[in-house]
């Protein structure tokens, strides 16, 4: 299967160190990238095909990436992510470094064929239409240690080549239901989580949007943060809203009704509601208490 990767790339303070080093395989095209960036410059990126890409040294006090482009939605940039078809990435250097990444492109034929036996057809192709990024995995960064010898000094047969791929595909790209159940977030991912919580507890955060913050599918982002925190997304989400609400209320110049508003709630009854649910009283009531 004849396949050429089709990037649109806009970049800026980036160069290479390296010429681009290249191994084309059936249905895919590995690339090792080796480049220097200097704070400020940025990148735009897009792809008609889906991509895995792992960066060689940590990158998280380099470079910064985001789902929208915009600056609120920056985040730390994980060393592997896997970017499906048609996904917008935007990159930020906050510092200079090298980067060094290995960049596996796909025809999205292959990875379905390769998934659908495990998975299900049905499965595998929500599965590759899903972003995931790793902060570290061990075995995949060991893999790639593998094909980054192969692409600068072919020696093995693309049959080995693309066994180490596979693996790499198999340890990065799972579903729910196939991934371990007792797979917590890592300390990273659940920091950032929170400080887009933190900083957006004026309103009501959809679940995919904190799923987002931590790099998983939603689905998968909901099982990770149960069995980090055990509690759901929106449960917690709601009880750090009353959290901000007690901590408003203890001003006795804010309303109730400006509380509500504060805290991301439809009205003052709304509040009310789910004020007593969690704490028992109203906030008038805990306010009362409260200041004794």
Same mark, same amino acid.
């Given at each position: 299967?004849?396949?050429?990767?089709?990037?649109?790339?806009?970049?800026?303070?980036?160069?290479?160190?390296?010429?681009?080093?290249?191994?084309?395989?059936?249905?895919?095209?590995?690339?090792?990238?080796?480049?220097?960036?200097?704070?400020?410059?940025?990148?735009?990126?897009?792809?008609?095909?889906?991509?895995?890409?792992?960066?060689?040294?940590?990158?998280?006090?380099?470079?910064?990436?985001?789902?929208?482009?915009?600056?609120?939605?920056?985040?730390?940039?994980?060393?592997?992510?896997?970017?499906?078809?048609?996904?917008?990435?935007?990159?930020?250097?906050?510092?200079?470094?090298?980067?060094?990444?290995?960049?596996?492109?796909?025809?999205?034929?292959?990875?379905?064929?390769?998934?659908?036996?495990?998975?299900?057809?049905?499965?595998?192709?929500?599965?590759?239409?899903?972003?995931?990024?790793? /902060? &570290? *995995?061990?075995?995949?960064?060991?893999?790639?240690?593998?094909? #980054? =010898? @192969? $692409?600068?000094?072919?020696?093995?047969?693309?049959?080995?080549?693309?066994?180490?791929?596979?693996?790499?595909?198999?340890?990065?790209?799972?579903?729910?239901?196939?991934?371990?159940?007792?797979?917590?977030?890592?300390?990273?991912?659940?920091?950032?989580?929170?400080?887009?919580?933190?900083?957006?507890?004026?309103?009501?955060?959809?679940?995919?949007?904190?799923?987002?913050?931590?790099?998983?599918?939603?689905?998968?982002?909901?099982?990770?943060?149960?069995?980090?925190?055990?509690?759901?997304?929106?449960?917690?989400?709601?009880?750090?809203?009353? /959290? &901000? *609400?007690?901590?408003?209320?203890?001003?006795?110049?804010?309303? #109730? =009704? @400006? $509380?509500?508003?504060?805290?991301?709630?439809?009205?003052?009854?709304?509040?009310?509601?789910?004020?007593?649910?969690?704490?028992?009283?109203?906030?008038?009531?805990?306010?009362?208490?409260?200041?004794?």
């Amino acid at each position: 299967m004849s396949f050429r990767p089709n990037m649109t790339a806009i970049i800026e303070g980036l160069t290479l160190r390296l010429p681009l080093q290249w191994r084309a395989l059936d249905g895919m095209v590995i690339d090792l990238w080796n480049a220097q960036g200097t704070a400020g410059g940025r990148g735009y990126y897009l792809s008609p095909d889906p991509r895995i890409v792992i960066f060689l040294d940590d990158v998280g006090d380099t470079m910064q990436r985001a789902g929208n482009g915009t600056r609120q939605d920056w985040a730390p940039l994980g060393r592997i992510s896997y970017v499906p078809a048609g996904m917008p990435i935007w990159s930020h250097l906050i510092a200079d470094g090298a980067l060094r990444h290995l960049d596996l492109h796909f025809d999205a034929r292959i990875l379905q064929a390769w998934l659908a036996p495990d998975f299900g057809s049905a499965a595998a192709v929500q599965t590759i239409r899903r972003p995931v990024m790793l /902060e &570290r *995995a061990a075995e995949i960064e060991a893999l790639a240690a593998l094909l #980054v =010898a @192969e $692409v600068r000094r072919p020696a093995q047969h693309d049959v080995y080549v693309q066994s180490l791929v596979r693996g790499v595909v198999a340890a990065l790209l799972t579903t729910p239901e196939t991934a371990t159940a007792s797979t917590p977030l890592t300390p990273a991912q659940l920091h950032r989580v929170t400080l887009h919580l933190e900083g957006n507890l004026h309103r009501r955060v959809p679940a995919a949007e904190l799923a987002e913050a931590a790099g998983l599918s939603e689905s998968w982002f909901a099982h990770a943060f149960k069995r980090t925190t055990r509690e759901t997304p929106l449960q917690w989400q709601m009880r750090r809203r009353i /959290e &901000r *609400a007690q901590q408003a209320l203890s001003d006795p110049k804010t309303s #109730v =009704a @400006e $509380v509500a508003a504060m805290t991301g709630f439809a009205d003052q009854s709304h509040l009310t509601r789910v004020f007593r649910t969690y704490t028992g009283s109203t906030p008038a009531v805990w306010r009362r208490s409260a200041a004794g």
